[in-house]
């Protein structure tokens, strides 16, 4: 099994997408996700819809939003809300992890593995097949 980080980008736009993305495949949510880290002493999130992979497909897509927003816990945020709202409409609960930030690594392949192997220590997801 294949699995990928597709990264959406920050803002509300990529966030309503990412929205749009889970209500469009709520029958293969495998879990929604919060990923809190620091980055220059500002505490950020980034939100993670994973989805099963389709059938008869091999891959299981990670789609982010990278540390978008401000830590709901220091700091609630309409977009935090709204991811939320979602986990309540697809009944899912909000995954949290602590992790460190993408600006620690050289590249962003390298940071997507570093998370990968994070989710599957805390197995979040399967491991490779």
Do not use: W
């Not at 029958?27 to 990923?35: A, G, K, N």
């Not at 505490?43 to 990670?62: N, Q, R, T, W, Y």
């Not at 460190?100 to 050289?106: A, G, T």
């Amino acid at each position: 099994m294949i699995q990928r980080f597709i990264l959406l980008g920050e803002g509300y736009n990529d966030l309503y997408e990412l929205l749009e993305i889970a209500r469009s495949n709520h029958s293969r949510i495998h879990m929604l996700l919060r990923l809190d880290t620091k980055i220059n002493h500002q505490e950020k999130s980034s939100l993670v819809l994973i989805l099963h992979p389709a059938e008869p497909g091999k891959m299981m897509p990670f789609y982010l939003c990278l540390e978008g927003i401000h830590n709901p816990n220091s700091k609630p945020t309409e977009r935090y809300r709204l991811f939320e709202q979602l986990s309540k409409q697809v009944e899912k609960t909000i995954h949290k992890l602590e992790v460190k930030s993408s600006d620690q690594f050289e590249e962003n392949d390298l940071y997507y593995q570093y998370l990968i192997g994070v989710l599957r220590m805390n197995r979040y997801i399967p491991p490779l097949q």
